[in-house]
């Protein structure tokens, strides 16, 4: 089992930046490969980013691509999300993910395991 706890979220202003950190518990973190999605009000919750589990390999949605860093140390068992030039479509609930492999990250339902999710708020 892992359990997996977002922090860092809040509210910016558009143009600047926040860095999302997910503290990961329980067993075979070194082994997975680590996401985030996020859910924006009234939408589907939807694919961010994603990472290998020895952060060789990463994928961006379109969206944030340029703009967005994921990382991991898994050493501290933790997973990053920097975020800069943030805009007010980005408001969303983000959330961590973790999976087997880099596929189950790829979409909402093959996710294993999911953080408690943190808000992003961006003003105009």
């Known amino acids: 089992q892992v359990q997996l706890v977002e922090s860092g979220g809040g509210l910016v202003q558009a143009g600047g930046s926040l860095r999302l950190s997910c503290a990961a518990s329980?067993?075979?973190?070194?082994?997975?490969?680590m996401g985030w999605f996020r859910q924006a009000p009234g939408l589907e919750r939807e694919f961010v980013a994603r990472?290998?589990?020895?952060?060789?390999?990463?994928s961006y949605a379109d969206s944030v691509k340029g703009r967005f860093t994921i990382s991991r140390d898994n050493v501290k068992k933790m997973v990053y999300l920097q975020m800069n030039s943030l805009k007010p479509e980005d408001t969303a609930i983000y959330y961590c993910?973790?999976?087997?492999?880099?596929?189950?990250?790829?979409?909402?339902?093959?996710?294993?395991?999911w953080g408690q999710g943190t808000q992003v708020t961006v003003s105009s």
């Open positions: 990472i290998s589990w020895d952060g060789g390999v990463i």
């Open positions: 329980g067993q075979t973190f070194g082994s997975r490969a």
């Open positions: 993910a973790a999976g087997r492999n880099l596929i189950h990250l790829a979409t909402t339902t093959s996710v294993d395991y």
